[in-house]
């Protein structure tokens, strides 16, 4: 089993920055890419950043050029450092793992952590 933590999120005004970090335990040799999501109120949860276990990554148009995804697989966390917040970006962010098995791959999900972006 694996268990995801979320951490980092707040209150910035636009222009700021935040780093949200997630911290995996339990099962953690499993996990293949991790990524970050978000929902923003009255919207579906759509996707933000992935990385792969070898550090490829890919991130959504919006995001591009102001977002970094990065992940320490020897302390087990995922971090996403924002900059340039704009109002836009307010969401709940969630981190996300899959843990392949000879069967299936496994979403696991984190509670999530709100951010807020103020004009």
């Known amino acids: 089993q694996v268990q995801l933590v979320e951490s980092g999120g707040g209150l910035v005004q636009a222009g700021g920055s935040l780093r949200l970090s997630c911290a995996a335990s339990g099962s953690t040799f499993s996990i293949d890419t991790m990524g970050w999501y978000r929902q923003a109120p009255g919207k579906q949860r759509e996707l933000v950043a992935t990385?792969?276990?070898?550090?490829?990554?890919n991130y959504v148009d919006s995001v591009k050029g102001r977002f970094t995804i990065s992940r320490d697989n020897a302390k087990d966390t995922l971090y996403l450092q924002m900059n340039s917040l704009k109002p836009e970006d307010t969401a709940v962010y969630y981190c996300?793992?899959?843990?392949?098995?000879?069967?299936?791959?496994?979403?696991?999900w984190g509670q999530g952590t709100q951010v807020t972006v103020s004009s």
């Open positions: 990385i792969s276990k070898g550090g490829s990554t």
């Open positions: 996300n793992a899959d843990v392949p098995t000879w069967r299936i791959t496994y979403h696991v």
